[in-house]
């Protein structure tokens, strides 16, 4: 009863900034957290960054302190913000939602992928 809608990937330059966006729409009652999973070719996906409900948040230790994820609760909207982009950075990004949005363990709903290339 969730739908997820992605925006914002692209194609940057290496040390440029992109910012992602996702708007839930639907039974958004439901969602505790919400966050971004990323996966490129050949790799495991992984667990970018999360926001509870509450406001806490967790990110993976290779994007700390050049992503910053956000949220506007009057929009139902989730936003990653991307500084200092590199190109290992590159993958398909994957919003999500749900009760648990974890490592181990994501959210029931997911957007459909957008995805994030950059360049050297």
């Known amino acids: 009863q969730v739908q997820l809608v992605e925006s914002g990937g692209g194609l940057v330059q290496a040390g440029g900034s992109l910012r992602l966006s996702c708007a839930a729409s639907g039974s958004t009652f439901s969602i505790r957290a919400m966050g971004w999973y990323r996966q490129a070719p050949g790799k495991q996906r992984e667990l970018v960054a999360a926001?509870?409900?509450?406001?806490?948040?967790n990110y993976a230790d290779s994007v700390k302190g050049r992503f910053t994820i956000s949220r506007d609760n009057a929009k139902n909207t989730v936003y990653l913000q991307m500084n200092s982009l590199k190109p290992e950075d590159t993958a398909v990004y994957y919003c999500?939602?749900?009760?648990?949005?974890?490592?181990?363990?994501?959210?029931?709903?997911w957007g459909q992928g957008t995805q994030v290339t950059v360049s050297s």
């Open positions: 926001i509870t409900n509450g406001g806490r948040t």
């Open positions: 999500n939602a749900g009760a648990l949005v974890r490592v181990e363990a994501a959210g029931d709903y």
